[in-house]
């Protein structure tokens, strides 16, 4: 892990959001996000120990999944160094089955700020 962002870096960034501005609980919710696609592509290296700048957006929110994207930058650069991210669908805990009603308004409603300059904002579809 060392010299190395992986995953983990953004999961935990996308967990926290979805955990402080959601109320997402994974003891009391009956419903979790599992991870149906991840990627990262590394545009620098990082420097370990450091603090990093992260920024979290939403690509896309479908039915019952959502995708999200990370941009990792070093603490006071400007250069991004990774851009991750995955795709998380939205299912009933205990039979892991999509969700009828799709992903629970309390998860897309606080996510809709993140949707700026997405192929689903509307500012970016009427360009």
Same mark, same amino acid.
């Given at each position: ?7 983990? *870096?953004?999961? #935990?960034?996308?967990? #926290? ?9 994974? #003891?009391?919710?009956? !419903?979790? /996000?599992? *991870? ?10 990082? !420097?370990? =120990? ?8 939403? *690509? ?18 400007? !250069?991004?160094?990774?851009?991750? /991210?995955?795709?998380?669908?939205? *299912? ?25 300059? #997405?192929? !689903?904002? =509307? ?5």
């Amino acid at each position: 892990m060392f010299h190395h962002l992986n995953n983990p *870096v953004y999961d #935990s960034i996308i967990n #926290s959001y979805l955990i402080q501005h959601c109320g997402y609980s994974t #003891s009391s919710w009956k !419903q979790i /996000g599992l *991870v149906a696609n991840t990627y990262c592509d590394y545009f620098g290296a990082a !420097q370990y =120990p450091g603090m990093l700048d992260v920024g979290l957006r939403v *690509v896309r929110m479908g039915k019952s999944s959502i995708m999200y994207e990370v941009a990792v930058f070093q603490e006071g650069s400007e !250069q991004v160094k990774a851009i991750g /991210g995955f795709t998380q669908i939205w *299912v009933d805990k205990a039979s892991n089955k999509a969700l009828k009603d799709g992903v629970p308004k309390e998860i897309k409603e606080p996510l809709q700020p993140l949707l700026k300059r #997405s192929e !689903q904002d =509307p500012a970016v579809a009427k360009l």
